[in-house]
């Protein structure tokens, strides 16, 4: 049988998104269902049903997923233990002498872990590598039985100084695994075998802190795709915005913390690119949040380490993502200044909405956009619901909003959308004014339920040049899956001054780590175009705490090129140089990248279009701007290449609904984007 499909899906807290690709003949299917709680693997399964109803004729499944995000903000992770060095069991409290918030006399912090299960043990291993003393393998047996005892379903075994040399630490993790009854057993030199102890320490707990969780919902799904008939290979976005196989996933969940989002910059850096603009800014609007990150020169931006929430530090490459909390189902409410505020707190995909009719009663953006007349109440997204209820919304705005601020209902729900997009606008000037970027270098790439329909206020508040609209801009982050490559990180650190690096030994360790990383995508069985190599130091000056990312290209690693390619990416960030001060490298780091197959997204645009006149729904009464609008509302997948369309107007399609703002047009590009700016 034929394997002609590639299907990503997407898990979101409200929607599961699917996108198939046939590569037979290079046409696209999406759909989108609501997320079953509980278990994500039913939803996951019966979305794939609609479209590819034999599973036997798919060759790979991508998946991004939330369970890892939603177990650590929720804080639903296994019960975890902790082995670590003597004295230092409070290394995941302490931090780094950071507090939850910065003035006042409150603010506690519970780690994951709690301190009963973070048991001791005597070794102890120096800076320089040289064992002061020598783990004895019994008491940690001892020790892992405690907590065996004790109820923990995963343990971590953290030792001071397993970077420099993790004898002690491999020994000791040898004799958990020798008793734990399960695989759940995580070594921080394996997950990162880096300087600084409370990064290592909390990246490895929260590793192991997820593992039951992620791999007990992989191992679910897996065994539901494989009963209904699928035998190929089922891959995981990371957090780096690569993929890499389920096993792989269920050994290091902690990779997978920002995989959803992730997956929606990957799509939104191929069509961007495909589309001909270099730079934009993500902004996914979901159920709950607004994410936003920035792709400049084609590449999308990588941090270091990411706090998942305060004190969950992980130390490994992520896409750098900024979330507030202003999506489609973000409450608003007058605060007790007389302000009208929306969000963070949100209703959620249940209740939901007021419009849902499922219980909640306070108004939130999607009531909003509803009663403006932006959402079309008798064609809801998702199938989940007949129609919303526009006049249980209307009330719930009068009651909450309108009637406190003395405003009429139109008037308070555009207020709503106003504040909504001011926060949205805010966390942009973040991730561009704030950076030194200019924003009119930049266009907004809108995705998500909700992000089409808050376009024009992301050109006419920040000033980005343009809005380009994807084809799907409902199921991107799915897409992303499609698209994404597979990626294998691999880190060393080295600790020492650039003057007394030992450049053979060096080259070498480059050499161990590019094979380990081309081991582990061979594993994945998986086809590649090419495999790219990048190698990058984490580099300071003598002194400094901070580093930078040094990237070194493909010709001859020697001291002097190492100094110029950290003048140069020193000064990029710092816009000077420290004349006369020694440079120090910190990390080495080997990124492997697998390219997979990438598709001809021109393949999306409409074959056979028409005329944006003969694509007209209705006419609709709307509200912007302060005054009513007649607007016309077209069926966006049917207008052709080359048409334009000037707002105010609603184009609508089953995975979203987009508004253009009086005084902007629309022009679909010939990849099928919708591509807004100023009339």
Known sequence: ?????????????TFTDIFVLDETTGKTTITKIPSTRGDQSKGFVEGIERLVPDFGQIRTVVHGTTVGTNALLERKGGRTGIITTEGFRDVLEMRRRDRPKTWGLDGMFQPVIDRQDRLEVAERTLADGSVLEAVDAEAVRTAARQLLDQGCEACCVFFVNGYANDENERIAVEAVRSIWPSEHVTSAVEIMPEIREFERASTASLNAYLQPV????????????????????????????????????????????????????????????????????????????????????????????????????????????????????????????????????????????????????????????????????????????????????????????????????????????????????????????????????????????????????????????????????????????????????????????????????????????????????DRANVAFEKVERLVEFDMLYIGQTHSVTVSIGDGALTRDSIQSAFNTAYAAVFGRLLDGAACKVMNLRVTLLGRRPKFDLSALAPVDGKAAKECVLEMREIFADGQSWTAPVYDRLSIAVGETVTGPCLLEQPDTTIFIDPGLKGRVDACGNLVIDRV
């Open 1 to 13: 049988m034929t394997k002609a499909y590639i299907i990503g899906v997407d898990v979101g807290g």
């Open 214 to 521: 992620v791999t007990h919902y992989l191992d679910r799904l897996e065994k539901s795709l494989r009963t209904a008939g699928f035998d190929g290979e089922i891959l995981i976005v990371q957090s780096n915005g690569g993929v890499m196989a389920i096993e792989q996933a269920k050994s290091l969940p902690v990779k997978t913390a920002l995989s959803g989002p992730a997956a929606g910059v990957m799509a939104a850096q191929h069509i961007a690119a495909s589309a001909g603009f270099p730079n934009v800014i993500t902004c996914d609007m979901g159920g709950t949040s607004f994410d936003v990150s920035l792709v400049a020169g084609g590449k999308s931006a990588l941090a270091a380490q990411t706090a998942i929430d305060f004190g969950m530090v992980i130390r490994s490459p992520m896409i750098e993502i900024t979330t507030i909390g202003a999506g489609g189902g973000s409450i608003a409410h007058i605060d007790r200044g007389g302000m009208l505020c929306v969000g963070p707190e949100s209703a959620g995909s249940n209740p939901g909405p007021v419009c849902y009719g499922l219980g909640n009663t306070r108004p939130t953006v999607t009531d909003a956009n509803v009663v403006l007349g932006r959402i079309n109440a008798n064609k809801p997204i998702g199938g989940k619901l007949a129609r919303l209820d526009v006049e249980a919304a209307r009330a719930a705005i009068k009651e909450h909003i309108a009637d406190p601020l003395g405003y009429d209902v139109l008037a308070a729900a555009e207020a709503i959308i106003r504040v909504a997009n001011a926060r949205m606008a805010g966390a942009i000037r973040l991730v561009s004014i704030e950076r030194g970027l200019d924003p009119a270098d930049f266009a907004a790439m809108p995705f998500g339920g909700g992000g089409s329909l808050h376009t024009g206020a992301l050109i006419k508040e920040v000033g980005v040049a343009s809005s380009l609209v994807p084809r799907y801009p409902g199921v991107v982050s799915a897409l992303g899956c499609v698209v994404a490559d597979m990626r294998h990180d691999g880190v060393r650190t080295v600790n020492r001054p650039l003057a007394d690096l030992d450049i053979a030994a060096t080259a070498a360790d480059i050499a161990r780590l590019e094979a380990a990383g081309r081991l582990a995508l």
